[in-house]
T-cell receptor, first 115, second 113 residues
Framework: DPKIIQKPKYLVAVTGSEKILICEQY?????MYWYRQSAKKPLEFMFS???????DNQTASSRFQPQSSKKNHLDLQITALKPDDSATYFC??????????????FGPGTRLTVL | GDSVTQTEGLVTLTEGLPVKLNCTYQ???????FFWYVQHLNEAPKLLLR?????KRTEHQGFHATLHKSSSSFHLQKSSVQLSDSALYFC???????????FGAGTKLTVKP
């Protein structure tokens, strides 16, 4: 059974629209993260959360907003979509935010294409 | 800021040959951990190796790496590559008080029969 679920697997959107990428983890982890991977930037850290609290935000744009309704959920809302947002978005989680149990496990990803 | 450099974008080898994927870094911090992730085609990245101890060899699944702080390097090696090793390999560093890894650009390893 998959321990980190990302939905949908593939997503096509039009420029200017808004989409929400879903991430749920069933590993009992306390920290969750979002990454983006595209041809221009192979693997790019975006956000980290620990116990539903934002720890780090390395995205330059406010169009990207993480949403954590439960400790094991970290969704990513993207507004005013642009073609440059086309990428695979990976969710990850770790047992703890730092220390020896901070190893991150990645979900299968959502491939977003913006037309 | 922190940075990780992987000099080879693409490496193509014949099965059975040794491989060395280079990784060098820059950081002003001493409390840092280093990682190698592997990503097979259409899959998620998975942790392959990690280390924070200078001059100590770490091994997993036939791969090994040794952190050398004197040369700011954490190269990945394997003595004999297999077809199944074809994948994208990322080197990364992370400060121990901040779980936001900085990744290198990645090296695509292709192993041919």
């Amino acid at each position: 059974d998959p321990k980190i679920i990302q939905k949908p697997k593939y997503l096509v959107a039009v420029t200017g629209s808004e989409k929400i990428l879903i991430c749920e983890q069933y590993l009992g982890h306390n920290a969750m993260y979002w990454y983006r991977q595209s041809a221009k930037k192979p693997l790019e850290f975006m956000f980290s959360y620990s116990y539903q609290k934002l720890m780090d935000n390395q995205t330059a744009s406010s169009r990207f907003q993480p949403q954590s309704s439960k400790k094991n959920h970290l969704d990513l809302q993207i507004t005013a979509l642009k073609p440059d947002d086309s990428a695979t978005y990976f969710c990850a989680s770790s047992q703890d935010f730092w220390g020896p149990y901070a190893e991150q496990f990645f979900g299968p990803g959502t491939r977003l294409t913006v037309l | 800021g922190d940075s990780v450099t992987q000099t080879e974008g693409l490496v193509t080898l014949t099965e059975g040959l040794p491989v060395k994927l280079n990784c060098t870094y820059q950081t002003a911090y001493s409390d840092v951990a280093f990682f190698w992730y592997v990503q097979h085609l259409n899959e998620a990245p998975k942790l392959l190796l990690r280390s924070s101890t200078d001059n100590k060899r770490t091994e997993h699944q036939g791969f090994h790496a040794t952190l050398h702080k004197s040369s700011s390097s954490f190269h990945l090696q394997k003595s004999s590559v297999q077809l199944s090793d074809s994948a994208l390999y990322f080197c990364a560093l992370r400060r121990n008080n901040n779980n936001a890894p900085r990744f290198g650009a990645g090296t695509k390893l292709t192993v041919k029969p």
